[in-house]
């Protein structure tokens, strides 16, 4: 089979595992090693030359808690609000850079070459523990949300992933990854959140609800106003009373905050002191928006966080109380 085989191709750079492997193609007909083959979810699934034709058949296939991985090969992933109901998978977007840099997700060279949207849809709702996606951009359509999970999916982790509405009409109810109930653990590591909506700014790219013990790791929130000028993200990423966790290393990239991004980070009123955590986050500029809004500010501790001056003026504020 190629992927023993060719050492060095992206068969090789599959995470490690125990478990099984689940190849999936995006289109009917697909290529691998320069040959043409048909997916089903009739065919096994267990070669990239058999591919299965949707996510939603691996899942059914795979087995919870064993190391299964679920290999999607290069392309965009049409998912009608497929079930990840299994705990322990891990969805990983092929070719699979192991040493890439947060900012070549952005990149048309470098970034995620496999894309998951949806089909009149949300794309993925997740009730298990330990789901892990690697290296996918998230595409969500019109009023709807590209991933929803549950309480039930603690450690939840999304690593070198991008949120992207770059081409999308924009709605308020155009999201990313949403909380329907409290989950515990989840991680954002090296991630993207882009706004390039055409139209109106879509919502929020994460909305975790009250989930607790977040983490967001070396990310970046990036509002391109070339294409939808003058158009301000209205918040990009939203917790709510009963959150906790850390940001660490998150930036805001781009546009003037007046016309870019509102509020960055916005929160409901908090319960309890110091149960958010800001560490080395920036904001490139400030001109109307913030960086961390509608917080106590005994709801944060705050350490070595940045907010740019504006044409060599005074900088801006970091963080605005609950009003």
Known sequence: MSYLTKYGTMWAMLPMTVGQVWWVAPSSGYLVDGRTYSSSDNNDGLSPERALATIAQAVTNATANAGDVIALLPGTHVSANAAVNKAGLTFVGLPFYPQMEVNDLTSGLYGPKVIITGSASNSLTVTADSTHFYNIKFLPITQKTS?????????????????????????????GVIASGAAAGVMFQGCVFKDSSVTTSCGAAVDLGASTHFFFDKCIVYKDGSIASGVAWTTAIVIADGCSGTFRELDYIGTEVSVGTTKVVTAGALTGAGVVHALRCTMTVNT???????????????????????????GGTLITAST
């Open 147 to 175: 991933v929803s999970f549950s309480a039930a999916a603690t450690n939840l982790r999304f690593n070198r992933c991008l949120i992207d509405n770059t081409g999308v009409v924009g709605h308020a109810n155009t999201k």
């Open 288 to 314: 109307a928006g913030l960086l961390f809004d509608d917080f106590a500010a005994a709801d944060m501790d705050l350490c070595l966080n940045y907010v740019a001056t504006v044409a060599g003026g005074t």
